[in-house]
């Protein structure tokens, strides 16, 4: 009860500490939505539009099952402001972009890219003769990073769900992710 209060309080702008929000440390945004509510594209469309509108320029979206991934071309249809990540090929820096910068990923791609990687070093490996050395977290960084996985690590993560977890999020995207 005292969280409806406090969010119909926010709403309607009573509590004066969350009147102004303070997007510049914001520069990477992911968003976990369960498969289930990504079905409904139109309401992906709204939070991306309502995101965009408070000045957030740079989403990921995942899902678990893809269902998102199917629904790629409607977002951008319906989100003129809007490119893919892989369109325009850009750094996620502070410099805050005209458009709002997209990426949909699921956890397929997390699979294909940690089995890209592992196999990356396990050939560099057999190259140098020593299959037995140690393997770093420099290691599978810079592996992900010449298989092309090694995406922005966001600032926050929003998981939109039933349970308390990241449902398969890129954990190597993650290390210093505040999670709500």
Not at 79 to 103: Q, R
Not at 136 to 143: D, I, P, R, V, W
Not at 146 to 152: D, E, L, M, N, Q
Request: glycine share 6%.
């Amino acid at each position: 009860m005292a969280n409806l209060f406090e969010s119909y309080f926010i709403s309607y702008g009573f509590l004066k500490k969350y009147k102004s929000l303070h997007l510049e440390n914001l520069r990477y945004l992911a968003i976990v939505i369960e498969s289930e509510d990504a079905h409904q594209t139109s309401k992906v469309v709204k939070l991306l539009r309502w995101l965009d509108s408070i000045g957030v320029k740079n989403v990921c979206l995942y899902d678990m099952n893809g269902v998102l991934k199917k629904s790629k071309e409607a977002i951008f249809q319906k989100l003129k402001n809007a490119k893919s990540i892989e369109e325009t090929n850009e750094a996620v820096t502070k410099h805050v972009p005209d458009h709002m910068t997209l990426e949909i990923v699921s956890y397929v791609d997390g699979k294909e890219a940690v089995a890209k990687a592992a196999n990356l070093i396990f050939v560099d490996k057999l190259k140098q003769h020593n299959l037995g050395g140690e393997l770093s977290e420099t290691h599978l960084n810079e592996a992900l990073q010449i298989v092309g996985f090694k995406g922005p690590e966001p600032d926050l993560l929003l998981v939109y769900g039933p349970v308390r977890c990241h449902l398969g999020f890129p954990a190597w995207r993650m290390r210093y992710t505040e999670i709500v």
